[in-house]
């Protein structure tokens, strides 16, 4: 990924397995944002190739439009945080499933001639927001407006509403950031149990607590380069790695 003469992301290669947690990490300005925002259509990739493996099918995400890659299986949280925030936790979770809900009225004309599935289709819904307010502990939050939740639980509900589209891929970007220890660790869990569950993801994170708990495998990108793709102790171990980080000033 080109910006004018900045390559934020270059020539970098990896497969995140499928039912594996895959780790990108890296130093501020590695390029692990921008590898997200290829991945999931928020920016084109100025070349290469980026290909979803699911249900039997390969679907070329590189050339997909976001809400196509969307409905294709990948969903992803942001680095700042991006709810509605005057909306409800469970409003949140609704709106998040708008696609497969307009897919039940027949786009509009169904629900027009009385032949509507919507019905059944929003109960379908509420049931699964209410399942994933339940797995981020989010229950007795269900009506309170996503802006009045502290920290921690806003992040846990940009989880469950990433969850609630029933993905192949989540794609997370630094779901810890902000959180405390106590959060960290449910954070681990959390993470663990979806895996469990059989979705794949792919976590950018700092906390090195999360990552080395929790990852199968962790790529290293700096300056937009992959510098190393290993298991957790490996990579641990790794001189060029300890360098990148050590290298990058005492702001960390
Ligand atoms: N839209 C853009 N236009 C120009 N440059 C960009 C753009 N997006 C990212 N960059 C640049 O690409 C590089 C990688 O940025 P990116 O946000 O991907 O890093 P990061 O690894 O996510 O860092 P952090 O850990 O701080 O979140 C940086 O030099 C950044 O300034
Ligand atoms: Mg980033």
Redesign the pocket.
Known sequence: MR??G?T??NAVSFAAERGAITAII????????????CITGF?RPSEGAITLHHEGRDTALHRLAGHKIARAGVARTF?NIRLFQGMTALENLLVAQHNRLMAATGFGIGAVLGLSRYPAAERDAIDRARHWLEMTALLDRADDPAGSLPYGAQRRLEIARAMCTEPALLCL??PAAGLNPRESEALSALLRSIRDGGCSLLL?E?DMSVVMGISDRIVV?DH?AKIADAAPAVIRADARVIAAYLGEGDEE
């Open positions: 910006f004018g900045l934020a992301v890296g130093p501020n300005g590695a390029g692990k944002t921008t590898l997200f925002n920016y680095q970007d630094e950018i700092h990108l937009g």
